[in-house]
T-cell receptor
Framework: GAGVSQSPSNKVTEKGKDVELRCDPISGHTALYWYRQSLGQGLEFLIYFQGNSAPDKSGLPSDRFSAERTGGSVSTLTIQRTQQEDSAVYLC??????????FGSGTRLTVV | QKEVEQDPGPLSVPEGAIVSLNCTYSNSAFQYFMWYRQYSRKGPELLMYTYSSGNKEDGRFTAQVDKSSKYISLFIRDSQPSDSATYLCATQRGSQGNLIFGKGTKLSVKP
């Protein structure tokens, strides 16, 4: 597609449930990034993929968070046993280099 | 000290005003500097990109980097109500890898 596509756009889940967030990057973009944006906070880096491997997963806040990327394309961010503090907008970006860094519109996650 | 500091505002200006948005950063090794604009309920979009020190102009927007003082600026001339958004500065350690963002400054341009 023309841009980075994320689904779902909104997700409300009960505390303790698992959620999966999907990112479909721009075709041909080898790098893929996940960020989290909480109210009043900047963008917090979570994980970076180059192809299917993740050379930097230093931003994942706990072992409840995991991500994978398959076929050098689609990525899934999984949050297990969600907590209320996980409520945020989860943004995905893809790039070939710095100037092509393009974000999706995000998934707004609410844990109730 | 956070790697990138940005005053969150909010900043409110009348239409036509010159807007100055600023960030400071801590690591002199940073080489790439960006400004992103984020409208409500949208992802950030790249507005300006600068490598190393100097100025870059694009229409009404000018990005300025002063590496000696570790200061990044974005100037908006003849501001318009459509410029109302959150502006995020960002930097990157190398040509690959994650971006490090400031918290963003919320700008409102009043007609």
């Amino acid at each position: 597609g023309a841009g980075v596509s994320q689904s779902p756009s909104n997700k409300v889940t009960e505390k303790g449930k698992d959620v999966e967030l999907r990112c479909d990057p721009i075709s041909g973009h080898t790098a893929l990034y996940w960020y989290r944006q909480s109210l009043g906070q900047g963008l917090e880096f979570l994980i970076y993929f180059q192809g299917n491997s993740a050379p930097d997963k230093s931003g994942l806040p706990s072992d409840r968070f995991s991500a994978e990327r398959t076929g050098g394309s689609v990525s899934t961010l999984t949050i297990q046993r969600t907590q209320q503090e996980d409520s945020a907008v989860y943004l995905c970006a893809s790039s070939l280099g710095t100037e092509s860094y393009t974000f999706g519109s995000g998934t707004r996650l609410t844990v109730v | 000290q956070k790697e990138v500091e940005q005053d969150p505002g909010p900043l409110s200006v009348p239409e036509g005003a010159i807007v100055s948005l600023n960030c400071t950063y801590s690591n002199s090794a940073f080489q790439y500097f960006m400004w992103y604009r984020q409208y409500s309920r949208k992802g950030p979009e790249l507005l300006m990109y600068t490598y190393s020190s100097g100025n870059k102009e694009d229409g009404r927007f000018t990005a300025q980097v002063d590496k000696s003082s570790k200061y990044i600026s974005l100037f908006i001339r003849d501001s318009q109500p459509s410029d109302s958004a959150t502006y995020l500065c960002a930097t990157q350690r190398g040509s690959q890898g994650n971006l490090i963002f400031g918290k963003g400054t919320k700008l409102s341009v009043k007609p």
